[in-house]
T-cell receptor, first 113, second 112 residues
C-alpha cells in the first residue's frame, strides 16, 4: 500500500480554518475512496470518485466537506471551517477499477485545536 | 444501514495460544475483507473472501466466510508477539464495488 501517497501525514488547524488533504493514487488507478477513522474506531466511508466524477458521496457530511479528483493531479478532500469534531485520521484508497480491492495510503491525521 | 459487529474488541493472550475473532452482520455482503492496521499506518489487506463457506489460509491465519455471507471469522493458531495489532473486517456493499463497511476492529495483544 506504499504506492498510495497521502500528504500531509499530519495536519494541525485552528478552528475555522480550512484543511486540504491530498491523495495520489497508485499508478494506473483511476478509482479513489476516502474514509475517516475516529480514535479506537473502524473506518467510515465518505466518498468514492473516479477521474473528474463523484460516484458516491453518501458518507460525506452535507456541509463544509467536499472532494474532487481532477483529470490531472491528486484527489483532494477539503474541509472548510474546521471544528474540533473533525479531528480524525483520513485515509485514501485507490483501485484500478470497481471490482478490484483497493490499497490504502498511510493516512492524514488532522488535529483541530 | 449495514453494520458489521466485531468481537471481541480487545483481546490479550499469551504467546502460543490460539484465538478467534468474529465479524457478524444481519446484512449480506458480496465479499468480505480482513485488514491489519499498525499504529500510525493505513490498513493493509490480508485476505478477501467471496464465496459463502469459503475458507482461506495465510500461514497461521485461517479466514472463513459464513455460508450466508453475513459473517466471517479469523482464527490465529499459535499466536506470536508479531501478530499484535488492530484487525479490521470490512464488507463490500455492492457487487464489484469497494465502498466498504468496516467493523470497529479487534485490538489484539500477544504477550511474550
Amino acid at each position: 500500500n506504499a504506492g498510495v501517497m497521502q500528504n500531509p501525514r499530519h495536519l494541525v488547524r485552528r478552528r475555522g480554518q480550512e484543511a486540504r488533504l491530498r491523495c495520489s493514487p497508485m499508478k494506473g488507478h483511476s478509482h479513489v475512496y476516502w474514509y475517516r477513522q475516529l480514535p479506537e474506531e473502524g473506518l467510515k466511508f465518505m466518498v468514492y470518485l473516479q477521474k473528474e466524477n463523484i460516484i458516491d458521496e453518501s458518507g460525506m457530511p452535507k456541509e463544509r466537506f467536499s472532494a474532487e479528483f481532477p483529470k490531472e493531479g491528486p484527489s483532494i478532500l477539503r474541509i472548510q471551517q474546521v471544528v474540533r469534531g473533525d479531528s480524525a485520521a483520513y485515509f485514501c484508497a485507490s483501485s484500478p477499477n470497481s471490482r478490484t480491492e483497493a490499497f490504502f495510503g498511510q493516512g492524514t491525521r488532522l488535529t483541530v485545536v | 444501514t449495514q453494520l458489521l459487529e466485531q468481537s471481541p474488541q480487545f483481546l490479550s493472550i499469551q504467546e502460543g495460544e490460539n484465538l478467534t475473532v468474529y465479524c457478524n452482520s444481519s446484512s449480506v455482503f458480496s465479499s468480505l475483507q480482513w485488514y491489519r492496521q499498525e499504529p500510525g499506518e493505513g490498513p493493509v489487506l490480508l485476505v478477501t473472501v467471496v464465496t459463502g463457506g469459503e475458507v482461506k489460509k495465510l500461514k497461521r491465519l485461517t479466514f472463513q466466510f459464513g455460508d450466508a455471507r453475513k459473517d466471517s471469522s479469523l482464527h490465529i493458531t499459535a499466536a506470536q508477539p508479531g501478530d499484535t495489532g488492530l484487525y479490521l473486517c470490512a464488507g463490500a456493499t455492492h457487487q464489484g464495488a469497494q465502498k466498504l463497511v468496516f467493523g470497529q476492529g479487534t485490538r489484539l495483544t500477544i504477550n511474550p
